[in-house]
């Protein structure tokens, strides 16, 4: 009796240190995934950044360029008014 108890035990401790062996192998399987995923989110992350930056930069480069044609705009305006104030000054002659 006490033979078969021992067998008992032993069976259910074999059983036990399969289950932690499975488990281990699942864990360290997951790990795995959630670093790979990670590196992904992170390598998305970085591209991300990339394209704000260049956006920025982007940004800043069309900001200057609306500057120059307003002051070029103005400059034109100028210039028509004089020659218009040419032509009146001709005309009234």
Same mark, same amino acid.
């Given at each position: 009796?006490? *033979? *078969?108890? !021992?067998? !008992?035990?032993? &069976? @259910?401790?074999?059983? $036990?240190?399969? +289950?932690? =062996?499975?488990?281990? @192998?699942?864990? $360290?399987?997951?790990?795995? @995934?959630?670093?790979?995923?990670?590196?992904?989110?992170?390598?998305? $992350?970085?591209?991300?950044?990339?394209?704000?930056?260049?956006?920025?930069? +982007?940004? &800043?480069? #069309?900001? +200057?360029?609306?500057?120059?044609?307003? !002051?070029?705009?103005?400059?034109?305006?100028?210039? =028509?008014?004089? *020659? #218009?104030? +040419?032509? !009146?000054? *001709?005309?009234? &002659?």
């Amino acid at each position: 009796m006490e *033979l *078969l108890e !021992d067998i !008992d035990s032993l &069976s @259910t401790l074999e059983e $036990r240190i399969h +289950q932690a =062996i499975e488990l281990v @192998t699942r864990l $360290r399987r997951d790990v795995e @995934t959630a670093q790979s995923e990670k590196a992904a989110v992170m390598a998305e $992350r970085d591209a991300a950044l990339q394209e704000v930056a260049a956006a920025k930069d +982007q940004i &800043s480069r #069309l900001t +200057q360029e609306i500057q120059m044609l307003r !002051d070029e705009r103005k400059q034109v305006r100028s210039r =028509i008014e004089r *020659l #218009l104030g +040419q032509i !009146d000054a *001709l005309s009234v &002659s």
